[in-house]
């Protein structure tokens, strides 16, 4: 069965590292987002992508880089980890044309110290 | 002012009763409307969407889409322990990213 998985599930790390969240996707979908979501801001959204080589800022992308170099993974990388950036992180993909619907993956916890 | 919003809760009701749970919103130009319902610690899932105004039913679930107050509302009959989640609505217009409310948080006490 097609799927999106994210890993880690589970992340400590510590200000000023770098970090990158894995996502990948099988269902072959053109479109990949990256949220996160807090309490009272409801999911944000970070970065997208519409295929591969393309990638765009989001309503909160500073400190945050994409790139997509195929069309099943979209990595999210933390320049410079801040505690600011503590939060629950998701991936979701979806078919061009189709903005409606989007599946989305199980989340990283990722806590900055 | 947020462009959508969503009362967090939380909203507990006992199991059978009729669950109403509703989004605002300001951005007249939305045309997609969609719930997802999000358990706990996992990835939120898609649950009806509908395009404009008018009503949408799929089994238990009615959503309703009112452009001119605009007001949606997503209708749980006969509630369930299972249906314990937090319930985000979301839009969109055109070729726009989705924006979303920030969830209410919904118990079906047994």
């Known amino acids: 069965d097609a799927e999106i998985t994210q890993s880690p599930r589970h992340k400590i790390t510590e200000t000023g590292r770098q970090v990158t969240l894995a996502c990948h996707q099988t269902w072959n979908h053109n479109n990949m987002f990256w949220y996160r979501q807090d309490l009272g801001h409801g999911l944000r959204l970070i970065h997208y992508s519409y295929g591969v080589h393309d990638t765009n800022k989001g309503e909160v992308s500073d400190g945050y880089s994409v790139s997509r170099s195929n069309t099943e993974d979209l990595p999210l990388t933390l320049e410079s980890a801040a505690s600011s950036q503590t939060s629950v992180y998701f991936c979701?993909?979806?078919?061009?044309?189709?903005?409606?619907?989007?599946?989305f993956g199980p989340g990283t916890r990722l806590l900055v110290l | 002012q947020k462009e959508v919003e969503q009362d967090p809760g939380p909203l507990s009701v006992p199991e059978g009763a009729i669950v109403s749970l509703n989004c605002t919103y300001s951005n007249s130009a939305f045309q997609y409307f969609m719930w997802y319902r999000q358990y706990s610690r996992k990835g939120p899932e898609l649950l009806m969407y509908t395009y404009s105004s008018g009503n949408k039913e799929d089994g238990r679930f009615t959503a309703q889409v009112d452009k001119s107050s605009k007001y949606i509302s997503l209708f749980i009959r006969d509630s369930q322990p299972s249906d314990s989640a937090t319930y985000l609505c979301?839009?969109?217009?055109?070729?726009?990213?989705?924006?979303f409310g920030t969830g209410t948080r919904l118990t079906i006490i047994p």
């Open positions: 979701a993909s979806g078919t061009s044309g189709v903005q409606e619907t989007q599946y």
């Open positions: 979301a839009m969109l217009f055109g070729n726009e990213k989705l924006t």
